[in-house]
Nanobody, 126 residues
Framework: QVQLVESGGGFVQAGGSLRLACAASGRTFSSYVMGWFRQAPEKEREFVAAINWSDGNTYYADSVKGRFTISRDNANNTVYLQMNSLKAEDTAVHYC???????????????????WGKGTLVTVSS
């Protein structure tokens, strides 16, 4: 059974940092793309960042470029999202996801995503 388990969410003041982690299990993800979406109250789920597991290519939403960094730990099947210079508008439930195609992420094709985690809440106070 495939599982994506997020951790690291919490409460932080604007300008602060948080690091999210997504531990993946249940299958081999070497040919997959893994990444993050987020969903704020009463808004659609939106793409944040993704990383190609095999070659490390990364993709970012314009809203987080220069502030967020996605990385992977192959040995531990874990993907990280380092979030710096957080803003109030970053407040959302952040979801880990996995799919065979990078376009599923950067085209926000949420209905086509192969796997989802349950999410972790990030709250940024202004």
């Amino acid at each position: 059974q495939v599982q994506l388990v997020e951790s690291g969410g919490g409460f932080v003041q604007a300008g602060g940092s948080l690091r999210l982690a997504c531990a993946a299990s249940g299958r081999t993800f070497s040919s997959y793309v893994m990444g993050w979406f987020r969903q704020a109250p009463e808004k659609e789920r939106e793409f944040v960042a993704a990383i190609n597991w095999s070659d490390g290519n990364t993709y970012y939403a314009d809203s987080v470029k220069g502030r967020f960094t996605i990385s992977r730990d192959n040995a531990n099947n874990t993907v990280y999202l380092q979030m710096n210079s957080l803003k109030a508008e970053d407040t959302a439930v952040h979801y880990c996801a996995a799919d065979r195609y990078s376009s599923t992420f950067y085209k926000s094709r949420t209905g086509a995503m192969d796997y989802w985690g349950k999410g972790t809440l990030v709250t940024v106070s202004s």
